[in-house]
């Protein structure tokens, strides 16, 4: 999804797609392993765009290299 449509896509899908009171996964990966791209942060865009963040989550490998970060948020009532 190109960065600039993703803040419309994410409001619709808590409006339109995710059930009332239900609750919206979003996550990242990083890369190759052997390039070391990190996971890029999930809650601080949803965070930005208006939406209340959840929660967070990332997972690391044995060298603290961060392949995946999830953020979630809950569809209102």
Known sequence: MPPA???ALV???LREVVVPGG???VCSY???R???LRAEPDGDPL???GHAVAG???GADANGVVFVRIAWADAPP
């Open 34 to 36: 052997r390039l070391a």
């Open 30 to 32: 990083g890369s190759s």
């Open 11 to 13: 409001a619709r899908l």
């Open 5 to 7: 449509r993703q803040p």
């Open 47 to 49: 965070r930005d765009w």
């Open 23 to 25: 609750r919206l996964i």
């Open 56 to 58: 967070e989550a990332e």
